[in-house]
């Protein structure tokens, strides 16, 4: 009903409306905005929604903004300036520097027509030899001349600014649009030939015609048109290609965008379903999918009709949002890519755009970009990386983390499976009925993260675009939030540098721990926060209290001024970053105007704070509370990550200066936080960067939050902006080492009772790069530590765990599943050298060599250790799950996961508690004479691992003796296995430099704390 009413809108005439001044204009609601920055220059698209009075509907919107001219900034010299001989003449007036444009620069850069006017600008971003504030020469010219070099200099001006801006940009800045929003756009003209697939199409003939409305003038936000789709995928052995065979979709037509997700999720479902070209149909696959009554099944008959048919439907449909799972960076490129050789006429329908061919000269990002330009794309693997933390983002794994499903709730079908289903119309059918199940699992994760309105909230703070929000971008998020806060202060942003950057990249900002020994493989930019030498050990006694400081580099922006505007950056980038005790007489006195910085960052502080406040309010709505919860949860989001601009060296406001001050702030107030504890008479046994745990040296738990409110109180009378709170009590705390802890919080409800819940940060347990067995493991041994039972009774149900995970191997009554080992791709499989190294990387390798995966980077390969029949080291007999359940001749290896997997996490947690760790080896068949010094050498090794192996080789080795090797018969041997598994460590990078000593020829390795061993000795 929605499609026809949707098809019957008459778009020969535009749903104008008049505003509060009487003038007719087009009211549009944003979304989403494009530009052809090389071959329409000028030129940006706006899509979004109108609202259609005669079917009380909205409908799709292409707002076509034309001319948005260049514009550039001409810095005046002092002194008119020789470019040949640098030699001085006059002083040079603001006219001088017109008339050397005007006469010079336009004629060499065939600029026929331009405008320009003098204009007070101001510029903070650390180039000496530009003044705070001066005059500027703006100057606007057509976009269809090409940019200005940023280079150039004249003889009457230093520097250009502006000339590498997206017009995309220029549109948004001077507009002040942020995100999605109601704009009336003034004088609409008619489009003479169809450019978009959306129901009206405007053009607007100048960007000033376009009026941003103010917040609260319409509270309405249109609903979006959403599409979930799941692709399947077979390869083709034939072809050497994937082709597509099935695309299962579900619809809703009103999904709201600033409100909760409706219970019903969608309201129509069906599934495009074509069959392999060296695959028959089953007989009566007609009459089956007739009577088949779970969904509406389209049968093609070629993957072009499959094709051709799907964009007809999507036409139709014009959802506004495209959802999906790992859609982007595979699906939609995979999707373009079969479009292109099948010949597909329509494929831009797939986007809002019309196009012609597919571009050949773009890389898969940018053909991904232009095909889906004018729709916005929610990848929940990328929403579910920035939102939770999880083993792996692959569906099943998501859909157990987030939707709580048990492991067989939903069946992994493999493309062989898949394919084999065509045998008969039952299995068939099933396979179909999977693939839409697929569908809705992604829809209601979506949903129960709150993707989309979240989205819309960090967007609309930011002011980028949300289609840029949805995957995931915080460095432009951060980059546009400064670009519009300092634009409208009159400041000069500065120019954009186009550069590649990985995904590894934009999520790690440059800095360095402080607590680090010697030089890091990469040289780092400055030092990071402070992490203190705990004091290892099992705490039972008394109780830890837990205190930390509020969101403390943004506090520490805000309490100290710190900002491109307020803070010398030229002097300081002169200093040595490691004497950070200079940093302080650079810094703005009290009386200095707040910058940019602090005050944006208290902006989203004060405005979390008024949102918090409402959130306490007793007779909210639920819908209205979840509102303001994700409105909090955006505005923290923000907040927190504004720092990170400064330290990511690929960030537009790159500042290391600021960045060091920050940290060394941090670093300085832990640091006299701890003093000021330890002077009130308790011990500090660990910190981290904004956080304290405190020995209370009590077991009342009043006194422990008594103790915690007086230090609270004396700390925070030395700042204005910085908050220490209370963050929790630890009834037993187990501490390992720096960054790895285990403990049982208290927390007191209202009516008095105590609760109690697990605490891990760091643990093997919860990385996952170690076996979901080891971890389960892990944490039952963790629990009996952390539990109120007797030694002896803990030491009894421990062992008798450990006998059982061994017999469960040994009869291979260990579900695969718990076997995996989870590792993610830091680049793509094949840019990685020695593979040999890397046993996810040989495995994406193999799946991606025959089709039946397309791993990436930022994937995450999960594989299993078996035995093969081969000699090869453990890390070379990796296999993927798929792979060991159709070889007969792959078993798991047993001896592996005892020894490598169980052994040392089990060991790591035993050993502040001083437990014989030969005894555990012995419960897990391990001989007991190898591991009994074992523990204390785990330790000893990753506390030094660091400082030793992170140092250049002549450093390392400086004090060692000439390498001697003493040559017997097994020596060959013996050197066989010992290289490849110092390899596989990425510890020893030149084998040369240790003197290996073979006296015996009974040596026996059972993993890789031996190769240390038998360097040590």
């Known amino acids: 009903e929605s499609v026809l009413e949707y098809n019957k809108i008459d778009n020969s005439s535009l749903p104008l ?98 405008r320009s006017r003098n204009i007070v600008r101001k510029y903070a971003f650390g180039k000496g030899d530009i003044p705070l504030e001066s005059e500027y020469l703006e100057v606007r010219y057509s976009a269809n001349i090409g940019p200005l070099p940023s280079d150039l200099k004249g003889e009457t001006f230093s520097q250009v600014f502006g000339s590498r801006s997206s017009f995309l940009e220029l549109l948004l800045l001077d507009r002040s649009i942020k995100g999605p929003c109601w704009i009336d756009i003034h004088h609409p003209g008619a489009i003479a030939n169809a450019l978009s697939w959306c129901k009206f199409e405007v053009a607007c003939v100048k960007p000033t015609y376009l009026n941003v409305l103010r917040a609260g003038t319409i509270n309405e936000v249109p609903p979006l048109v959403m599409v979930v789709m799941q692709p399947q995928t077979l390869y083709n052995q034939k072809s050497r290609q994937n082709e597509i065979v099935a695309i299962s979709c579900l619809v809703n037509y009103e999904f709201p965008l600033n409100k909760p997700p409706p219970k019903k999720l969608f309201t129509q479902h069906f599934c495009v379903l074509s069959k392999p070209s060296d695959v028959t149909w089953p007989f009566d696959v007609k009459e089956e999918i007739k009577k088949f009554q779970k969904t509406n099944i389209e049968k093609m008959e070629s993957e072009r009709a499959l094709l051709n048919f799907f964009l007809t439907r999507l036409y139709r449909i014009d959802p506004d949002i495209i959802v999906g799972h790992d859609l982007s960076g595979y699906l939609i490129g995979l999707l373009v890519d079969r479009m292109g050789s099948e010949k597909i006429p329509n494929w831009s329908r797939l986007g809002r755009l019309r196009r012609a061919a597919i571009p050949s000269n773009k890389n898969k990002v940018q053909i991904e970009r232009m095909a889906l330009s004018g729709r916005l794309l929610c990848d929940i693997k990328i929403s579910a990386k920035e939102l939770i933390k999880s083993r792996s983002y692959e569906l099943g794994v998501l859909c157990q983390n987030v939707l709580n499903f048990k492991e067989d709730k939903r069946p992994e079908i493999s493309e062989e499976e898949f394919k084999n289903s065509y045998s008969n119309s039952f299995n068939l059918l099933n396979s179909v009925w999977n693939l839409m199940s697929d569908a809705s699992y992604i829809l209601r994760i979506m949903a129960d993260l709150n993707v989309i309105p979240l989205a819309l909230q960090i967007t609309n ?114 200093l040595e970053y490691e004497c950070p005790e200079e940093f302080d007489k650079f810094l703005p006195n009290q009386s200095h105007e707040p910058g940019v910085l602090p005050s944006e960052i208290r902006k989203l502080v004060e405005s979390r ?115 220490l709170e209370i963050d929790g009590v630890f009834k037993y705390m187990l501490l390992l080492r720096k960054k790895k802890y285990a403990a049982v919080t208290l927390s007191k409800l209202p009516d008095g009772k105590i609760i109690y819940k697990n605490e891990i940060k760091g643990l093997d347990i919860v990385r996952r790069d170690w076996s979901p067995l080891s971890s389960e493991a892990g944490k039952f041994v963790l629990n009996q530590i952390l539990s109120d039972h007797s030694s002896d009774d803990r030491e009894e149900a421990i062992h008798d765990y450990l006998k059982k995970i061994r017999h469960d191997l040994e009869q291979g009554e260990v579900p695969m599943s718990l076997l995996a080992v989870t590792k993610q791709l830091t680049k793509r499989p094949e840019d990685y050298t020695d593979v040999k190294r890397f046993p996810h990387v040989q495995v994406a390798l193999r799946m991606n060599a025959n089709m039946s995966k397309r791993l990436k980077q930022g994937d995450a390969v999960s594989y299993i250790i078996c035995e093969d029949g081969s000699n090869n080291p453990a890390m070379q007999r990796a296999y993927h799950i798929e792979e060991v359940k159709s070889k007969s001749n792959l078993k798991i290896d047993v001896q592996y996961y005892l020894s490598q997997q169980i052994y040392p996490v089990i060991a790591r947690l035993y050993d502040p508690i001083c437990t014989d760790p030969a005894s555990l080896a012995l419960t897990l068949g391990l001989d007991p004479t190898v591991y009994s010094r074992r523990t204390q050498s785990y330790n000893e090794t990753e506390n030094n691992i660091d400082s030793f192996f992170g140092r250049k080789d002549e450093e390392r080795y400086k004090d060692c003796e000439r390498c001697i090797f003493v040559l017997c018969f097994v020596f060959d041997k013996l050197f066989k296995k010992l290289l490849p598994l110092c390899l596989q460590l990425s510890y020893i990078s030149s084998i040369h430099s240790f003197q290996i000593i073979v006296v015996e020829n009974k040596f026996k390795f059972e993993s890789q704390y031996d190769i240390f061993l038998l360097i040590e000795h």
């Open 17 to 114: 409306i008049k505003n509060e001044n009487g003038e007719e204009v087009l009211r549009f609601y944003f979304l989403d905005a494009h530009e052809e920055i090389f071959t329409q220059p000028g030129t940006v698209y706006l899509f979004g929604k109108v609202w259609v009075e005669s079917v009380k509907s909205y409908a799709s919107c292409c707002v076509c903004v034309k001319n948005v001219d260049r514009q550039v900034f001409l810095l005046p010299r002092e002194k008119r300036t020789n470019l040949q001989t640098g030699e001085l003449g006059v002083d040079v007036a603001i006219s001088d520097v017109y008339e050397e444009f005007n006469s010079l620069i336009s004629t060499k850069y065939k600029i026929k027509e331009f």
């Open 461 to 574: 703070i930011a002011g980028n675009l949300m289609s840029r929000t949805l995957l995931g971008g915080r460095s432009e998020r951060n980059e546009f939030l400064l670009l519009h806060a300092f634009h409208s202060k009159g400041y000069i942003v500065p120019d954009k540098e186009y550069k590649k950057v990985s995904k590894k990249d934009e999520n790690e900002f440059e800095e360095e721990d402080v607590n680090k020994k010697g030089p890091s493989r990469k040289k780092p930019a400055y030092s990071g926060g402070l992490v203190l030498d705990p004091k290892v050990g099992f705490y039972n006694d008394d109780l830890i209290l837990l205190m930390d400081f509020n969101s403390l580099y943004p506090s520490i922006i805000q309490e100290y001024n710190i900002c491109f505007t307020t803070v010398q950056m030229n002097q300081i980038a002169q």
């Open 609 to 723: 704070k008024d949102v918090k406040k409402m959130l306490k309010s007793p007779n909210l709505s639920p819908e209205l509370r979840l509102q303001y919860d994700i409105r909090q949860m955006a505005l923290k989001l923000t907040a927190n990550s504004m720092y990170g601009c400064l330290g990511f060296t690929h960030s537009r406001f790159y500042a290391k200066p600021l960045a060091a001050i920050i940290t060394a702030k941090g670093r300085e107030i832990l640091l006299n936080t701890k003093k000021m504890v330890e002077g009130f008479g308790y011990e500090v046994i660990y910190g981290d960067t904004d956080s304290l745990m405190i020995n209370s040296r009590t077991k009342d738990f009043d006194a422990v939050y008594q103790i915690g409110r007086k230090i609270k109180s004396e700390v925070n009378k030395c700042y204005k902006q910085l908050e």
